[in-house]
């Protein structure tokens, strides 16, 4: 009989809930705790998934409930503090949201303790999940586009939301070749004072060790996709190759997106929009299988994202150094300060 995984959920707005509603439904899994620091979410939520223990503090719950999987789905600003609470209550695997931090020093720290440990993590990068996201996957891997030159992510969306989306899927296209450098360019300091903090535009242009050259865009500069009538979800992600390209826009239910494609076959194209009642329950799925087989390595294993977030920090690097920047990356100044610093 296939075992089941005990699921603690911390932070329980939008993220947290539709996290802990794609496990209930899950016979892999049972909540076994639910944490937010706002009582009444808390008890909301309690209520709605029929879980009794509930705490207002993550770590408390993590050391009374000990969880096979944690959960957390805090804003940018929370990230290590809740690793080391996961790591220290011993959980299997720890499940976080996007981005994976708000500096490199942050990152290097969370990824030491979880590899020291052996916990495995996980990063929602769940759009891939949408089945136009699938198809367009579905035509580079068939080789429809020849030899694949370049890929690319723009989004109108801000860094500090959307960046960690666009390069994972667009590395995905990329078979997740490693990144080897970025340079990057910058404007505007109007959203550093968001909650999820960044400049009003960022582009980055990656060098993957396949030759395949990436471009990356986000942010109010970024360019538009008039076909999709949703602004956080107008996000064209695609690639091109000697043969024909093929790109996903991200979209909205009745509100435009899908996918496309140009190759020697013809010109096709077919709907598609982001949806999370159909990216959780696979995305959750994913995370029982890992854990059941080591083999089966969850698709948004939490390494390939540390990957991506080092494309981003590189990016704002070498914004502030005005060249080019290698990767990985070791620790520095963080790297939003510095940014801010010069862009101001
Ligand atoms: N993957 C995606 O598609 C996607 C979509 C939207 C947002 N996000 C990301 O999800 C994260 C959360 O976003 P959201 O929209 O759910 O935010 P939210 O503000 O709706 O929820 C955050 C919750 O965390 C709680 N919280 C804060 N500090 C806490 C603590 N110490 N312990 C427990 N709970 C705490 C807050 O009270 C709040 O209820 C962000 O990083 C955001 O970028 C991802």
Same mark, same amino acid.
């Given at each position: 009989m296939s075992a089941t995984y005990t699921v603690a959920v911390a932070g329980l707005g939008k993220r947290g809930v539709h996290h802990a509603d794609a496990v209930a439904r899950n016979a892999r899994f049972k909540l076994v705790g639910l944490c937010d620091i706002d009582p009444a979410r808390l008890d909301e939520a309690k209520k709605k998934f029929g879980v009794g223990y509930g705490s207002t503090d993550a770590a408390q719950m993590l050391k009374e409930t000990k969880p096979d999987v944690f959960v957390f789905c805090t804003l940018p600003q929370l990230r290590l503090p809740?690793?080391?609470?996961?790591? =220290?209550?011993?959980?299997?695997?720890?499940?976080?949201?996007?981005?994976?931090?708000? $500096? %490199?020093?942050? /990152?290097?720290?969370? #990824?030491?303790?979880?590899?020291?440990?052996?916990?495995?993590?996980?990063?929602?990068h769940q759009h891939r999940y949408g089945q136009h996201y699938q198809k367009v996957k579905e035509i580079i891997a068939s080789g429809a586009l020849g030899r694949v030159h370049t890929v690319?992510?723009? $989004?109108?969306?801000?860094?500090?939301?959307?960046?960690?989306? %666009?390069?994972?899927?667009?590395?995905?296209?990329? *078979?997740? $070749?490693?990144?080897?450098?970025?340079?990057?360019?910058? +404007?505007?300091?109007?959203?550093f004072a968001d909650v999820h903090a960044s400049p009003d535009y960022i582009a980055a242009v990656v060098q993957y060790a396949n030759g395949v050259r990436g471009y990356i865009e986000c942010g109010a500069d970024a360019p538009d996709v008039p076909e999709v009538d949703s602004m956080w979800h107008k996000c064209r992600i695609g690639a091109q190759g000697t043969e024909g390209f093929a790109e996903v826009l991200t979209g909205k239910e009745g509100k435009g997106g899908g996918w496309r494609a140009v190759t020697k076959n013809g010109v096709q194209s077919g709907p598609g929009f982001m949806d999370y009642a159909h *990216? %959780?329950?696979?995305?959750?799925? *994913?995370?029982?299988?890992?854990?059941?087989?080591?083999?089966?390595?969850?698709?948004?294993?939490?390494? #390939?994202?540390?990957?991506?977030?080092?494309?981003?920090?590189?990016?704002?690097? +070498?914004?502030?150094? #005005?060249?080019?920047?290698?990767?990985?990356?070791?620790?520095? =100044?963080? =790297?939003?300060? /510095?940014?801010? #610093?010069?862009?101001?």
């Open positions: 809740l690793i080391k609470a996961g790591v =220290e209550a011993k959980v299997k695997l720890i499940a976080y949201e996007k981005p994976v931090a708000t $500096s %490199m020093n942050e /990152a290097i720290e969370m #990824r030491k303790l979880t590899q020291a440990a052996g916990v495995k993590t996980v990063v929602s690319y992510g723009t $989004s109108i969306g801000w860094m500090m939301h959307m960046m960690s989306h %666009m390069i994972d899927y667009a590395s995905w296209y990329n *078979d997740y $070749s490693d990144p080897v450098w970025v340079a990057g360019q910058a +404007s505007g300091t109007e959203k *990216d %959780m329950p696979p995305y959750i799925q *994913d995370i029982a299988n890992w854990l059941d087989d080591p083999k089966k390595v969850h698709p948004c294993d939490g390494e #390939r994202a540390y990957k991506g977030l080092e494309v981003m920090m590189g990016a704002m690097r +070498s914004v502030v150094a #005005r060249g080019k920047v290698k990767l990985p990356l070791g620790p520095a =100044e963080p =790297e939003l300060e /510095a940014l801010k #610093r010069v862009l101001s």
